[in-house]
């Protein structure tokens, strides 16, 4: 089945370290994107890809780092630079063209320990 | 900056009845996308809106889009417990970037 999945589902980091979550598609979507969300809140974009080796700072991308070396992939790095990183991070994909919805994976909840 | 808005915030209603989620939105945008999040969980895509007057409905649900007035609700009728979750509404800024609503919780209790 074709999808979204986002790893690993329960992430806790340690002061000062960076974590990278995961996010692997086999839509052959073109467009790739990571949103934090916190309790309560609506989604807020953090980064996007439309093509592969090309991304761009989304709202709230400080303290954060993507590479898109493959079109299937979209890792996301929280560095130590983000001071408030606990949030539920959800993963996006999305078909080449301008009238396809967004389709997310079951996101991946950070905490600090 | 592009601000959606949504109201009510939490809406707690009784199973059977109608009720409607309203999005407004700041600057000019023609696609708008709403969208169901169970606790917990992903979104899911419920409808995408392309154009001005558009409507789409599936089962209880009808969505609608007024581009003018920069307002598309989310009515519900004859609310069934399933139905409980958070909606949120994600404005297409053009760019192929959304920026979504605060999000309804609704509860539908018997």
């Known amino acids: 089945d074709g999808g979204i999945t986002q790893s690993p589902k329960y992430l806790f980091r340690k002061e000062g370290q960076n974590v990278t979550l995961s996010c692997e598609q086999n839509?052959?979507?073109?467009?790739m994107y990571w949103y934090r969300q916190d309790p309560g809140q609506g989604l807020r974009l953090i980064y996007y890809?439309?093509?592969?080796?090309?991304?761009q700072k989304g709202d709230i991308a400080e303290g954060y780092s993507v590479s898109r070396e493959k079109k299937e992939s979209f890792p996301l790095t929280v560095t130590s630079a983000q001071k408030n990183p606990t949030a539920f991070y959800l993963c996006?994909?999305?078909?080449?063209?301008?009238?396809?919805?967004?389709?997310f994976g079951d996101g991946t909840r950070l905490s600090i320990l | 900056e592009l601000k959606v808005e949504q109201n009510p915030l939490f809406l707690s209603m009784q199973e059977g009845k109608n009720y409607t989620i309203y999005c407004n939105y700041s600057?000019?945008?023609?696609?708008l996308y709403w969208y169901r999040q169970d606790p917990g969980k992903s979104l899911e895509s419920l409808f995408v809106?392309?154009?001005?007057?558009a409507v789409k409905q599936e089962g209880r649900l009808m969505a609608s889009l007024d581009t003018k007035a920069r307002l598309s609700t989310l009515h519900i009728t004859a609310a069934v417990h399933d139905l409980s979750a958070t909606y949120f509404c994600?404005?297409?800024?053009?760019?192929?970037?959304?920026?979504f609503g605060t999000g309804t919780r609704l509860l539908v209790s018997p």
């Open positions: 996006a994909s999305r078909r080449a063209g301008v009238n396809q919805p967004q389709h």
């Open positions: 839509l052959n979507h073109d467009a």
């Open positions: 890809s439309q093509i592969v080796n090309d991304f």
């Open positions: 600057t000019t945008s023609d696609r």
């Open positions: 809106l392309l154009s001005n007057g």
């Open positions: 994600a404005v297409d800024t053009g760019f192929q970037k959304l920026v």
